[in-house]
């Protein structure tokens, strides 16, 4: 059945020819629930829509050779099954089961004598890292600050480390939303500028430079609404107050940056309350104002969809801020409770989007704060008050103060950029 040298292969008497080097692949991806194996011969076993058994040669001689491959890394959730067909398998007889369920798993089998049967030489799993590269700087943008609405920028570098006031473009303006999209980029969207509410957008490339003003607006203008990031390269902008009511509208915005026309939402209608990315592709609005301050948060899938209320966690708040930490989290921080009370306390969000209960925060008690995520896994949280910025590192600790270096603002907003 197998060999090195293959006696009269030219057909011609007392030629020795060596075979042909190296396994004799199936052309066929095997996709039946059952196969039969010939030694000699290598197989890709595609499990996407249902497990297979694979029935091994009943007879089998020294250094028979076999190999299987994961086709469509899809053996851990359909896997396969060898029969050994009367022969043992490291040593064990047919009687027992053999299961190979890990993803992106091949198996390369040769067989021994009677005793062991056939033998792994090797049963891989090649493994798909895939490389998510991660958002390393920030960018605060627009808000009120000294009695005038703005339109000027903080960047922020990869250790947190803030720039002074730069120029920044489009219209100066306040309650702003920002956030990441397009991989690498920001998108700055409604507020209210100094002849009203508007819905215009502005576009942050992957060095910081903003844009001017998008050519024309998309959805009802309006303030105290939020935005974050979802999918892969994708944000939207939601709720706050439109055409003089407080909405739970949506616009979606793709991966270029065009935001669609208004469509429904979900869960209670509110305004200045914070909103972010947690876990992937997924984002979590939660708090703020509907007529009285509610706890109350909403999760949005990696489509976009915008779910019912969650009952709330956490002591009722609003005019606070929010941003993505350590990987796949998430950190509410800062605002107002009742009686507009000043607070610095945060809530965690997991990876799976549930708010925790209040903990203490650090650093000065204040409202309509802004926050961005930087470094990869960390986040900043800034500018309201007196200026000051507060780190908070990638086990979601809040730190005490930076002192500030921009100018003190209120409404602005701010979201993580740049790749490098």
Excluded: H
Aim: charged share 10%; with cysteine; aromatic share 8%.
């Amino acid at each position: 059945m197998s060999g090195t040298i293959v006696n009269n292969v030219a057909r011609a008497s007392g030629t020795i020819a060596a075979t042909p080097g190296g396994l004799d692949w199936s052309a066929a991806v095997v996709t039946a629930s059952t196969v039969t194996v010939e030694a000699g011969r290598g197989y890709f076993i595609n499990t996407t829509s249902n497990a297979c058994t694979i029935t091994l040669p009943a007879e089998a001689e020294i250094g028979d050779q076999i190999v299987i491959a994961d086709y469509a890394r899809t053996w851990a959730t359909n896997a396969v099954t060898l029969d050994s067909n009367g022969l043992n398998f490291q040593g064990s007889d047919d009687t027992y089961t053999v299961d190979y369920d890990t993803v992106g798993q091949s198996l390369n089998i040769v067989f021994s004598d009677s005793t062991k049967g056939w033998l792994p030489v090797s049963d891989d799993a090649v493994a798909i890292t895939d490389f998510v590269p991660t958002l390393q700087r920030a960018i605060f943008a627009f808000g009120v600050g000294g009695g005038s609405k703005l339109n000027t920028k903080n960047l922020v570098n990869t250790s947190g480390v803030v720039a002074s006031d730069s120029s920044g473009a489009g219209t100066a303006r306040t309650a702003v939303a920002a956030a990441s999209f397009g991989g690498d980029k920001v998108i700055f969207g409604f507020g209210t500028a100094a002849d009203g509410v508007v819905a215009l957008t502005n576009l942050v490339n992957n060095q910081g430079v903003i844009a001017s003003d998008q050519s024309s607006a998309t959805g009802t203008a309006g303030a105290g609404v939020k935005a974050a990031p979802y999918g892969v390269g994708l944000a939207l902008f939601y709720a706050g107050n439109r055409g003089g009511e407080v909405t739970n509208t949506r616009n979606l915005v793709n991966i270029s940056g065009v935001v669609a026309a208004d469509a429904t939402g979900a869960g209670t209608s509110k305004s200045q309350f914070g909103m972010t990315a947690y876990g992937t592709g997924t984002a979590i609005a939660a708090f703020g104002d509907a007529g009285l301050l509610t706890g109350v948060s909403n999760l949005v899938s990696n489509t976009g969809v915008v779910a019912s209320d969650v009952s709330a966690v956490g002591t009722a708040k609003a005019y606070l801020a929010a941003a993505p930490y350590g990987g796949d989290k998430a950190i509410f921080a800062y605002g107002s409770e009742a009686n507009d009370a000043l607070i610095n306390k945060r809530n965690l969000i997991t990876n799976q989007g549930v708010v925790g209960s209040d903990l203490s925060g650090a650093g000065t008690a204040r409202t309509l704060d802004a926050a961005g995520t930087y470094g990869g896994d960390k986040a900043i949280f800034g500018f309201s008050g007196t200026g000051v910025t507060n780190l908070v590192n990638n086990s979601g600790v809040l730190a005490s103060d930076t002192s500030a270096v921009g100018s003190a603002k209120a409404g602005n907003a701010a979201a993580g950029y740049g790749f490098s």
